[in-house]
């Protein structure tokens, strides 16, 4: 799976838009962009994912670069209950193949502080 | 709430005792993964189940490991003679099956502590 790199933390004022930058320069054609966080002592929650083109859900908007090296993951206006560990993964298709079954491979993440 | 559950939420035991632990995924999920996690680290993948059948296994799970669903709806994980390094967060996942981009849930996870 692609390696990703992620800044190690971000702070972000209440009602402001949080902007969370994941490179991953490796990224092969078949492989989707997947967010997660994880709240204080809690299991990683399911945000958003996407492969080529920009996603939005109810609770981020996902923006992919053309080149698919990078991508962004923006919550519209962060509250305080969004201060967590959120984490970008790559991951193939399930359908690729292979020996891939799913699991998703996590890296330190982003700790994102939203300030009042 | 039918969302995955993991029993019990906190377990303290003694260097050498045994340890189960137990995942009820989401009804439909036929696919189920459990993670470790150590502070301040990502979780680590350990093990993955599609229904039944376990398909793949980590090099970290080691031999006193061993995890079972055996009807293909809850699973568990034992951790035999435990040792001081398996304190750590066990978190369980479930999909669903198919092709396709597949989400996880997570459960609230298991903490354990090995005195």
């Known amino acids: 799976d692609a390696k990703t790199t992620q800044p190690p933390s971000m702070d972000c004022a209440e009602g402001r838009a949080a902007n969370l930058p994941c490179n991953h320069s490796t990224i092969s054609g078949n492989e989707y962009v997947y967010w997660y966080r994880q709240i204080h002592s809690q299991g990683p929650q399911y945000i958003i994912h996407g492969l080529k083109n920009n996603e939005t859900n109810e609770m981020a908007s996902l923006i992919i670069t053309e080149d698919r090296k990078s991508s962004t993951l923006i919550l519209p206006h962060a509250t305080l209950r969004d201060t967590a560990v959120y984490y970008c993964?790559?991951?193939?298709?399930?359908?690729?193949?292979?020996?891939?079954?799913?699991?998703?491979?996590f890296g330190q993440g982003t700790i994102l502080t939203v300030h009042p | 709430d039918t969302g995955v559950s993991q029993n019990p939420r906190h377990k303290i035991t003694k260097r050498g005792q045994n340890v189960t632990f137990r995942c009820d995924p989401i009804s439909e999920h036929n696919r189920l993964y459990w993670y470790r996690q150590t502070l301040g680290q990502g979780p680590e993948f350990l093990t993955y189940?599609?229904?039944?059948?376990?398909?793949?296994k980590s090099r970290l799970l080691s031999d006193r490991f061993s995890a079972e669903r055996p009807k293909g709806s809850f699973s568990t994980l034992e951790i035999q003679r435990t040792e001081q390094g398996d304190s750590a967060m066990y978190l369980c996942a479930s999909s669903l099956a198919g092709l396709g981009p597949r989400e996880q849930y997570f459960g609230p996870g298991t903490r354990l502590t090995v005195t």
């Open positions: 189940f599609q229904n039944e059948a376990q398909l793949e």
């Open positions: 993964i790559v991951r193939p298709d399930l359908g690729a193949g292979g020996t891939s079954y799913g699991k998703l491979t």
